[in-house]
């Protein structure tokens, strides 16, 4: 009796949650589309996106050309890309997390997006193009990165004890991490004073100064990695236990990790290729909803997702009006919410264990 009132109450709560997750998301993405520098009438604004979405407009006859290329062309891309990236992160470190059974898994701790940013910092050094690719040049390279990046911390982990400890993957990500640094600050050193600028605020991370190109850019590999990963729920769940347990419950241990390292991979690359290093919000988001729902990742992966867009939508909104009409990037403002964050989250974690 008391077990079902207990999965009833869980079941509700994972409900409220969701709703929760898209009233945040909406009430995010609006806070984005009304609040800058430049202000616009909230019927304005209503006006511009229901022209261009269904053809008409409620409120007024004639809608300025600036205000609708501000509005169409430059605050709602911002917010998508924000959504998306912040969604892509969240994503990825929720499935690291699970992955390697540790709450300071994520893809900048493990090395991941460390060699996106590589990839990237060597296409824009380089000014390199592929021909076939063209404009997805940039994400596809910050991919590879990515990946080739996860395949060393592996080798480096398989080499030292030959079991892939989870303690030995996040020692081997902090080391491939520390030499991937030095090398983009080599790039860096060897840039000249135009490309230095460009470069060092791309690493910092940033949503700001794109456009819809850089929206379509990363919605295939989003929706790619994002299926990759919804489709692994439960493998995550089965590796909670150990891989052996994973096995005797008919998982297909390598398949899976192969998948889930894929799918994160990609959603890591893409994120990077398009914002730069954002840290934190794959560490911090899947930790809080873990927290709030339990482990079972079925519900985990996507409302990581929802929490981690709007999340990103919020920390662009702070970067780009607490000094208006400057900007701060997007990574320092992660780093100052995130950073206390999780530090709380994990005392009181530990405090709840003793």
């Not at 080391?175 to 230095?196: H, K, P, Q, Y």
């Not at 339990?294 to 709007?310: D, K, Q, Y």
Request: glycine content about 10%; overall charge positive.
């Amino acid at each position: 009796m008391q077990s079902s009132f207990i999965r009833k109450s869980l079941a509700n709560k994972i409900v409220w949650m969701y709703v929760f997750s898209g009233v945040f998301v909406i009430c995010t993405a609006l806070l984005g589309l009304f609040i800058s520098s430049v202000h616009y009438p909230i019927t304005l604004i209503i006006d511009i996106l229901s022209t261009k979405l269904v053809g008409i407009s409620l409120f007024n006859d004639e809608i300025p050309m600036i205000a609708e290329k501000i509005i169409w062309d430059i605050r709602l891309p911002r917010v998508l890309l924000a959504f998306f990236v912040g969604a892509a992160l969240s994503l990825a470190g929720s499935a690291f997390q699970g992955l390697l059974r540790n709450p300071l898994a994520d893809p900048f701790t493990i090395g991941v997006s460390s060699g996106a940013s590589l990839g990237a910092v060597i296409v824009l050094y380089f000014n390199l193009t592929i021909p076939f690719l063209g404009t997805y040049t940039l994400p596809f390279i910050a991919i590879i990165g990515g990946f080739f990046a996860m395949m060393i911390v592996f080798a480096v982990t398989h080499l030292s004890n030959r079991k892939l400890s989870i303690e030995t993957i996040i020692l081997a990500g902090i080391i491939v991490t520390s030499f991937i640094g030095a090398v983009n600050s080599l790039i860096i050193a060897l840039s000249s004073r135009e490309d230095i600028g460009q470069i060092l605020y791309w690493l910092m991370g940033n949503v700001g100064m794109r456009g819809w190109s850089h929206v379509k850019l990363l919605i295939p590999f989003f929706f790619i990695g994002t299926l990759f990963l919804l489709l692994r729920s439960r493998e995550l769940n089965a590796f909670a236990l150990g891989e052996e347990s994973a096995e005797h419950l008919g998982v297909n241990v390598q398949k899976g990790k192969i998948f889930i390292i894929i799918g994160a991979s990609l959603l890591t690359g893409a994120a990077v290729s398009v914002s730069g290093s954002i840290g934190f919000v794959g560490l911090v988001i899947p930790h809080f909803i873990r927290l709030l729902i339990g482990p079972n990742h079925r519900h985990v992966l996507p409302l990581s997702m929802l929490i981690g867009g709007g999340y990103l939508i919020i920390a662009d909104l702070i970067a780009r009006t607490v000094i208006e009409p400057s900007e701060l990037p997007i990574g320092v403002i992660t780093a100052l919410i995130g950073a206390p964050v999780f530090a709380l989250l994990l005392i009181k974690e530990r405090i709840g264990r003793e």
